[in-house]
């Protein structure tokens, strides 16, 4: 247990909706990192904030969106979901803005219909 | 994006020593290398990472080459229970780029 805890575990939807899916950071971790595993891309990084702000960006869709809130927790809002969307989204935390090791949760496994 | 280069697969004897090789010609001076593994479809693991020296933690060794081109991560002893996706990743800033990966099958 890295001690990440992400809700919900299974989130099934169709095409064109909306869906929020959350993630709370081990206790003192003030960074929050969002990746997205699919099948034909591997492992890609979304987003990065640390301690509410927005800190590194990388493969992020304009229509996903994520933001941290003062208690630290981050949600990571997806839209207009397409097919492609379908994957597992992993949330990580780290004690510092560049910490070495990023502790993983157990991922929200999407399925878009 | 990728910055590493793995063998898709491997298998290992179980109680040997695994061998896993990662590519990484592109890595600059100051970007660290990186291995983590995921079981199944769990979250991925840290084990351990490295700039130029070579490593050792409880869980494995890593060495890289003195070019830092390549590097390679040691588990000493293989269980079962080491059976995984290995991921060799270099950091770049913030950002960690995972390659495909390793999948280690260690073998009874």
């Known amino acids: 247990d890295s001690g990440v805890t992400q809700t919900p575990k299974h989130l099934i939807t169709a095409t064109g909706q909306r869906v929020t899916l959350r993630c709370s950071p081990r206790s003192g971790d003030l960074s929050v990192y969002w990746y997205q595993q699919s099948l034909d891309q591997g492992l890609q990084f979304l987003i990065q904030?640390?301690?509410?702000?927005?800190?590194a960006k990388g493969n992020i869709l304009e229509r996903f969106s994520a933001q941290q809130f003062p208690d630290l927790h981050s949600e990571l809002n997806l839209s207009s979901l397409e097919l492609g969307d379908s994957a597992l989204y992993f949330c990580a935390s780290s004690g510092l803005a560049s910490s070495y090791e990023q502790y993983f949760g157990p991922g929200t496994r999407l399925t878009v219909t | 994006d990728a910055k590493t280069t793995q063998p898709p697969s491997m298998d290992c004897a179980e109680g040997r020593a695994a061998n896993l090789p990662c590519n990484h010609s592109t890595i600059s001076g100051n970007e660290y290398v990186y291995w983590y593994r995921q079981i199944h479809s769990q979250g991925p693991q840290y084990i351990i990472h490295g700039l130029k020296n070579n490593e050792t933690n409880e869980m494995a060794s890593l060495i890289i080459t003195e070019d830092r081109k390549s590097s390679t991560l040691i588990l000493p002893h293989a269980t079962l229970r080491d059976t995984a996706v290995y991921y060799c990743?270099?950091?770049?800033?913030?950002?960690?780029?995972f390659g495909t990966g390793t999948s280690l099958t260690v073998i009874p």
């Open positions: 990743i270099v950091r770049v800033g913030n950002q960690f780029y």
């Open positions: 904030y640390y301690n509410g702000e927005e800190r």
